[in-house]
């Protein structure tokens, strides 16, 4: 099956520790993204990559970092710099094929540093 | 991109049409309107879009105005499992990459 999978769906850290989420996607998709979302809002752009070995910075991208080494993978570190990493973090890809604007979400992670 | 304006909440009966309402009153003749919705601790999912034709797929409708300033996504037949907050979303179309704008929402109540 094509689709998108992160990996775990929970996950629990303590306070100073960094934490690498996983991303990966078989949907031959060249762009790839990461979301927030805290308890009820909606959903806020962390950093985003439109072709292996580049990204951009999001709405909210201080305390987290990505790397975009193969066209299928996209983690997101959140380092001890964030100052509040409890949420649930996202990932999504999307390709000219469909619309960029057509974007497939993976079932999500959710994170909690106590 | 235009800004949207959704009502936070609404309830529909099972079997019965919803229609979520969406007001986009800024905008540009380029911007499509996109829907998403999102059930409860997954991610979301793209449901339909359109530009000022109505359209239609095995998911929903989606009805705008002929001025654009607004639109509806029609659910003809709610389930339980269209329990979702739905997102509407205006955007340029993109040649590499979008960032998506999602808003706060209308969380829609199907009840039995």
């Known amino acids: 099956d094509g689709g998108i999978t992160q990996s775990p769906k929970y996950l629990f850290r303590k306070e100073g520790q960094n934490v690498t989420l996983s991303c990966e996607q078989n949907?031959?998709?060249?762009?790839m993204y990461w979301y927030r979302q805290d308890p009820g809002q909606g959903l806020r752009l962390i950093y985003y990559?439109?072709?292996?070995?580049?990204?951009q910075k999001g709405d909210i991208a201080e305390g987290y970092s990505v790397s975009r080494e193969k066209k299928e993978s996209f983690p997101l570190t959140v380092t001890s710099a964030q100052k509040n990493p409890t949420a649930f973090y996202l990932c999504?890809?999307?390709?000219?094929?469909?619309?960029?604007?057509?974007?497939?979400f993976g079932p999500g992670t959710r994170l909690t540093v106590l | 991109d235009a800004k949207t304006t959704q009502p936070p909440s609404m309830d529909c009966a099972e079997g019965r049409a919803a229609n979520l309402p969406c007001n986009h009153s800024t905008i540009s003749g380029n911007e499509y309107v996109y829907w998403y919705r999102q059930i409860h601790s997954q991610g979301p999912q793209y449901i339909i879009h359109?530009?000022?034709n109505n359209e239609t797929n095995e998911m929903a409708s989606l009805i705008i105005t002929e001025d654009r300033k607004s639109s509806t996504l029609i659910l003809p037949h709610a389930t339980l499992r269209d329990t979702a907050v739905y997102y509407c979303i205006v955007r340029v179309q993109e040649t590499s990459g979008s960032r998506l704008t999602f808003g706060e929402g209308t969380q829609l109540t199907v009840n039995p």
């Open positions: 359109g530009l000022k």
């Open positions: 949907l031959n998709h060249d762009a």
């Open positions: 999504a890809s999307s390709n000219r094929d469909f619309s960029y604007n057509e974007q497939f």
């Open positions: 990559s439109q072709i292996v070995n580049d990204f």
